[in-house]
């Protein structure tokens, strides 16, 4: 091998050598900056893990406090409920110690009432609770 062929060699080993040098540079930054994706992806990941750790415990929260409030709810209904009776109850007592004993609707024993029609279209009716006779006429001269 003479002089200028090993020259030559030597120059294309180092043109290659540099190439890989090259590409070895390029392949060490695209290494760092995959690194530095993982440790994003790892920290998001973190904090994601961490955001959903919060959202369950918030959702016990949630759900605890809920309970809670239908229970509460559902409790202060059955007071009311019961104050209202009792209050229905003294609304009746404080009525039958005012007015007395209530009076039936309809009394026992009376009449509603009876009514006779005559010729001339006069409506008698005659109310026995009260003893007095009412007339009502469909005749205009009345």
Known sequence: MDALEGHSIFKACSAELDTLRARQNTQGKRLRQL???LQLCKTFSA????RLEAMRDLTKIYQTTKEELEGQTKAVQEQNEKKRMVLDELYREL????FGPPKPSVPSGDSLGSYSTSENS???IDVSDEGSTV???DDESV
């Open 122 to 124: 006069h409506l008698d």
């Open 35 to 37: 690194e530095e994706a």
């Open 95 to 98: 009525e039958r110690e005012t």
């Open 47 to 50: 904090g994601n893990a961490k």
């Open 135 to 137: 007339e009502v006429s």
